[in-house]
């Protein structure tokens, strides 16, 4: 491979090896006394010298904006406030996905730890549908609530608030989904998304916005001295939610998330959450907790309950303190997550089928149906998505109605998509963000829907690229070089794991390991270092390894964790033949 041309790896994707500014990177090696390949990696990510202290040094206390400059938080905090003085019942209504978990059981918690009582509901996904419902509020009312919290949901729940105003219900929302012009008849709608806001912060997940909100409450609650003469709540021990509803929720790893995230990662680390401790022991997870750790193994725990079975499961066990009631609901939890693969693995085999055939004919999206349970319909999008690289629409259907759930890639916004399809009559209702949406659809609307998209996205490019970060050798690849790296954590959107490319190296001794994977050496010269490719039996990738005839090989370097031991590994994604 010749530098500076870009080629197609085995797997049909674009290496682009990045440019970084030279004296940008000469400037941060100096300045910040760093190796030459992270100074690199920093300038590649658009890093800077004015900005390059809060990107290594990602503190909240240097990025944590004044809360009230959100539309609306002032009168959140006021409402809240007036519910704690009157003693009224407070209940926090969230979404059944990660980020709707952690944002119910974070309010709950501080709530709880300033003495004050409150009641968590999460609806039911097939029952009840994604956000607030209008029995759901009443029959809160019925129980004596005096003020909801909507949490992850309700910027376009116009009706159910509505009717909760008429029954004497108060509703607060705490959201980040994409609003229209018209907003609810809440007390306060509190999204950064929203179309009248100014907010630069429009990445945060709902957890970050509720954490925002606990800061604003716990200030203002300090000012009236609600604290005298008792132990004020640290707020950073919150932090840990925070990071898991961001990570699982695929927010930007950018800014004040990237200090969320890597601040909550340590309060992890910390394990004082009784829920979380639980859950990593369960699942035997040793090493500390990281990005990936979240998204592939608690993440899908926690989302079980809401995606197959009781959907309250991991708000509760987020939000509980006793140990004997955090050890059934993860043990529940992780059954529920086994029973989820086995429907995903049936679902995805079958929705894979449907996109072979229209894809062939270029497809600029994929729109698949069946009859497939509700809850794993994302997951599918997203493997969907991963594998063919186009925004990806996955549609449960039931009576004529259809349950759909989306995901896209960098540069097409489904959640604008959805919501002008929305205005169109095109779906029954539905809503997102750039990046996720999901949407209810007459089963006699998916024909207009897909000409409608397939004219709104004509002009999208789906073309996948990998760019890479630099060029090392396998000699290279060692627990110094993996050290190094991990400054440069947390990784997410907007900030990669680095990706480099090996050349002239060897592959040798491929098997096939689990189900799916191949695991492999990377030889050159006298070193040897441990390779694998997830996913990639039965796939050209998977062919071009076990076949040995390689050129160039793609990937990140990583740590492997097994049976107390760890490497250094080589994670292979693509890589180039000899032709």
């Not at 809240?80 to 978990?101: C, L, M, R, S, W």
């Not at 009641?119 to 809160?140: F, H, K």
Request: charged share 20%; net charge negative.
């Amino acid at each position: 491979m010749l530098l500076g041309i870009e080629k197609r790896g085995i797997t049909n994707a674009l290496w682009k090896l990045q440019e970084a500014d030279q004296r940008q990177v000469l400037t941060l090696t100096q300045r910040f006394e760093l190796p030459e390949i992270l100074a690199r990696t920093l300038a590649i990510r658009g890093v800077n010298i004015e900005n390059a202290g809060n990107f290594l040094y990602p503190l909240i206390r240097s990025l944590l904006p004044d809360p009230f400059h959100l539309l609306d938080m002032d009168k959140a905090v006021f409402r809240i406030i007036q519910a704690i003085n009157n003693d009224e019942n407070i209940a926090i209504f969230g979404d059944y996905d990660v980020d709707g978990a952690t944002s119910s059981a974070l309010i709950s918690r501080y709530l709880r730890a300033i003495g004050i009582h409150s009641i968590i509901y999460i609806p039911d996904r097939v029952d009840e549908g994604y956000g607030l419902n209008s029995n759901a509020l009443l029959q809160l009312k019925k129980k004596g609530i005096d003020l909801c919290i909507s949490v992850d949901c309700g910027t376009l729940a116009y009706q159910p608030i509505e009717d909760a105003k008429g029954f004497g219900l108060d509703v607060i929302v705490i959201d980040h989904h994409l609003g229209t012009e018209k907003l609810p008849s809440a007390i306060a709608v509190v999204n950064p998304n929203r179309l009248d806001e100014s907010s630069p912060y429009n990445s945060l997940a709902a957890v970050g916005v509720s954490f925002l909100l606990t800061v604003a409450l716990n200030k203002s609650l300090r000012e009236q001295d609600f604290f005298a003469g008792k132990k004020e709540p640290d707020l950073f021990d919150l932090l840990d939610l925070v990071a898991l509803g961001t990570v699982c929720d695929v927010m930007q790893i950018t800014g004040l998330n990237r200090a969320f995230v890597s601040q909550g990662l340590k309060v992890m680390s910390a394990r004082k959450n009784v829920g979380l401790r639980v859950l990593f022991d369960a699942l035997g997870i040793l090493e500390r907790p990281n990005v990936s750790r979240l998204s592939f193994n608690i993440g899908p725990c926690i989302n079980a309950g809401g995606r197959i079975g009781e959907a309250l499961l991991g708000a509760r066990l987020l939000s509980t303190d006793d140990k004997k009631e955090a050890d059934s609901i993860a043990l529940k939890l992780i059954d529920l997550n086994n029973a989820r693969k086995m429907m995903e693995n049936e679902a995805l085999l079958e929705a894979t089928i449907q996109v072979e055939k229209s894809t062939q004919s270029g497809a600029n999206f994929i729109m698949v149906s069946g009859n497939w349970h509700q809850g794993v319909i994302g997951i599918i999008a997203s493997r969907l998505k991963e594998k063919f690289h186009l925004p990806t629409i996955v549609i449960s259907l039931n009576n004529r109605i259809g349950k759909a759930s989306c995901r896209s890639i960098p540069g097409v916004d489904i959640g604008a998509a959805v919501l002008s399809a929305k205005c169109m009559n095109l779906i029954i209702e539905g809503g997102g963000h750039s990046m996720a949406a999901g949407f209810l659809i007459n089963e006699d609307k998916m024909s207009d829907l897909h000409d409608f998209l397939t004219e709104r996205f004509a002009y999208s490019t789906n073309d996948k690229a990998l760019k890479v970060d630099g060029i090392v050798t396998a000699k290279a690849i060692n627990l110094s070089l993996w050290n190094q790296l991990q400054r440069l954590e947390p990784f997410g959107v907007g900030n990669p794991e680095p990706r480099f490319i090996i050349q002239g190296a060897k592959i040798r001794k491929p098997e096939i390991v689990g189900v799916d994977h191949i695991k492999c050496f990377i030889v050159d010269d006298d070193v040897m270092v441990r390779a694998i490719a997830f996913r990639s039996a039965n796939t050209h990738l998977g062919s071009a390894i076990m076949e040995g005839n390689i050129e160039a090989i793609l990937g990140k370097i990583s740590m492997s964790y097994w049976n107390g031991n760890e490497f250094v590994q080589f994670l292979i994604e693509d890589v180039l033949t000899i032709s």
